[in-house]
């Protein structure tokens, strides 16, 4: 499959240069996933943990224990 290059790309590699936290949001079906687990880390050269919170069961795992699931993570996170 391939990708569609996004023109939002360059903006949020620049502000994640500037900032720890960037928050992308928008309708569903419009790649937001797909940007966040494989354009991005790409365009930056980085591993990265990501989770989806679309998933029940990783919901109900982060309710129980977020905390320790967090600090036990050492690489950049990412969320949906």
Do not use: W
């Amino acid at each position: 499959m391939d990708n569609i290059k996004r023109s939002i790309t360059d903006t949020i590699i620049t502000r994640l240069n500037h900032e720890q936290v960037v928050a992308l949001t928008g309708a569903r079906q419009t790649g937001k996933t797909t940007l966040c687990e494989m354009q991005l880390p790409e365009r930056l050269d980085l591993s990265f943990t990501y989770i989806s919170f679309d998933d029940p069961d990783e919901r109900l795992r982060f309710q129980r224990s977020a905390v320790q699931i967090l600090e036990s993570i050492t690489t950049p996170l990412g969320s949906a």
